[in-house]
């Protein structure tokens, strides 16, 4: 069942960790398989909770043991399910790490705009926060997906879903100062049209990319741990910050569920609670 899977060998080991857990509590209870009720595995769970299990490693726990009895089932070893109805617990929100508008200035007056690849850096990392794209969106950009005559990019992306971004003119800007450099430089057959691409003439490559972000990021004293998706949580939690709407932002982002967009208002929320913390009269020492 854990081949079929294609899980990796850390998988499997947290997987038969969580099994020797329901193991020794069907064993401590003279328990069979087949006579595991859905109110033992509560209680297996709730004896979990008191030694303080994390909810994201109970949560990891419950979808192993509902795997496993679900294969039980499948295979006429057990007559019901005692793991269908049990619900995930809540492991709350992973909030990412938000650059501020400050960092990301500074971010930004590291780069050496003398080179092409400063040049096209700045440009690189302008777009992603200013269209809050996802690095593959920015890879694949094109010239025909320029409409700055407009305001707008067509952006790829996932499942080969398009949308139009706005883009600002401070971006316009940063890509046409590039745009100097790319238009003499030759591009390998077939990446013609891709607009930011490498000094080898093939497009610019993710790696690439998430590179320069986490290197201009410590040229600029940022001590957080940053990716070049950091950029598009900023933009949003900017947006969100200055009161956009959370459609329009999901629009922006290309978010099929609005929940998932919803993340950011969280993410909002404590910012607010730091800037009051921050700057409330009675929070301040004597």
Not at 18 to 45: P, V
Request: charged share 25%; aromatic share 10%.
């Amino acid at each position: 069942m854990l081949l079929e899977k294609g899980l990796s060998s850390n998988s499997i080991s947290a997987y038969m960790t969580d099994l020797r857990k329901l193991l020794n509590y069907a064993t401590d209870n003279e328990l069979a398989m087949k006579d595991i009720t859905t109110s033992n595995l509560e209680e297996l769970f709730a004896e979990q909770y008191d030694k303080g299990i994390k909810p994201r490693s109970m949560a990891r726990m419950l979808s192993g043991i509902k795997s496993f009895f679900k294969y039980l089932f499948l295979e006429d070893y057990i007559q019901k399910n005692p793991a269908e109805l049990l619900d995930a617990p809540s492991i709350g929100v992973k909030l990412p790490a938000v650059l501020s508008i400050e960092e990301i200035d500074n971010m930004l007056s590291v780069i050496d705009l003398s080179t092409m690849e400063g040049t096209r850096n700045y440009a690189i990392i302008e777009t992603l926060y200013s269209c809050g794209l996802r690095v593959s969106e920015l890879t694949s950009l094109r010239f025909t997906n320029l409409f700055f005559d407009d305001g707008f990019i067509r952006v790829d992306g996932k499942g080969s879903k398009q949308r139009l971004v706005p883009i600002s003119d401070v971006a316009i800007k940063k890509i046409n100062n590039y745009l100097t450099y790319r238009n003499s430089m030759e591009a390998k057959k077939g990446s013609e049209d891709y607009l930011f691409i490498s000094k080898r003439g093939t497009p610019i490559s993710r790696i690439t990319v998430f590179y320069y972000v986490k290197k201009y990021a410590e040229e600029a004293g940022i001590k957080k741990t940053i990716s070049p998706h950091t950029l598009r949580h900023s933009f949003a939690t900017h947006m969100i910050e200055r009161g956009a709407n959370i459609r329009y932002v999901q629009a922006m982002l290309g978010h099929e569920k609005i929940t998932t967009t919803e993340m950011y208002t969280h993410l909002d929320r404590n910012f607010l609670r730091q800037e009051i913390i921050s700057h409330h009269p009675l929070n301040k020492e004597d």
